[in-house]
């Protein structure tokens, strides 16, 4: 055999043999010890931090757990990945559908915190893919339930300081606009708020208004779509404890 031709054939012998241990030594690199591909471990959770408008004692859920409430809610997911790295892919999907044939939005952080706003079931999953290895994670999914809207307007309080309906408040579930405004028989206004979680103590510019009828209009939009306006009276019933001191004559 011609000695240069045999150089040649040795010559690409090495080469291929430099590229088997190239890529040999890449998947040692790539693998752990055992060979394989590391899974991904993760413990995801819920955690409530309002609730219908108001802050939430912090209840935590694991996936195929629930929350039940009324609107505006607001949920913090955390994806409590071991070992977490650059390489990892992080999707939350938010989907009205138990089977997730349709999503409404993703994200894709490792924690995440979103607000609740329509009435339905909502069930979000998280999905991990590591780049580097394709190794994939899907969790159980969590259930989000936003009940339908509500609105009950009284027509009488008691503000007299003794602690038992001193203050006038709307019962309410759900509402995601709210707007509250006070009038005095002659259509001046006294006192207006946007909370439903407030109300009115019976007061105007920082004094007592006298017992009597008032007129107060209410606007509002529930989570399911629904539009409240409320046209009504106001009867104020301090009764015998009430002080006429201070009161003012509106």
Not at 54 to 59: F, K, R, V, W
Not at 166 to 193: I, M, T
Not at 201 to 227: E, L, M, P, R
Request: aromatic letters at 12%; proline letters at 3%; a negative charge.
């Amino acid at each position: 055999m011609n000695p240069e031709h045999r150089n040649k054939k040795d010559t690409l012998a090495a080469n291929k043999l430099c590229m088997v241990l190239l890529c040999f030594s890449l998947s040692l690199f790539l693998l752990p010890l055992n060979g394989q591909a590391q899974e991904i471990k993760a413990s995801p959770v819920a955690k409530q931090l309002s609730e219908n408008g108001t802050a939430a004692d912090g209840e935590t859920i694991e996936p195929g757990g629930q929350f039940t409430g009324s609107a505006p809610m607001e949920v913090e997911f955390t994806s409590n990945v071991a070992d977490a790295s650059s390489t990892l892919r992080y999707e939350w999907k938010f989907s009205d559908k138990a089977d997730f044939s349709s999503t409404l939005l993703s994200r894709y952080d490792e924690v995440v915190t979103y607000t609740f706003t329509t009435s339905g079931t909502y069930y979000i999953k998280l999905y991990i893919t590591d780049t580097a290895s394709s190794v994939t994670y899907e969790s159980n999914a969590f259930t989000v339930i936003i009940s339908e809207s509500e609105l009950k307007v009284p027509n009488a309080f008691s503000p007299n300081g003794d602690g038992v309906n001193d203050v006038f408040k709307v019962k309410h579930k759900s509402l995601v606009k709210f707007n509250a405004v006070v009038f005095n028989r002659w259509g001046q206004e006294l006192y207006k708020w946007n909370n439903p979680e407030e109300g009115w103590d019976g007061t105007s510019h920082g004094k007592a208004v006298k017992d009597g009828v008032y007129f107060i209009v209410v606007n509002a939009v529930g989570s399911d779509g629904i539009k409240y306006n409320h046209k009504g009276d106001i009867n104020i019933l301090r009764g015998f404890s009430s002080s006429a001191t201070g009161t003012t004559g509106e």
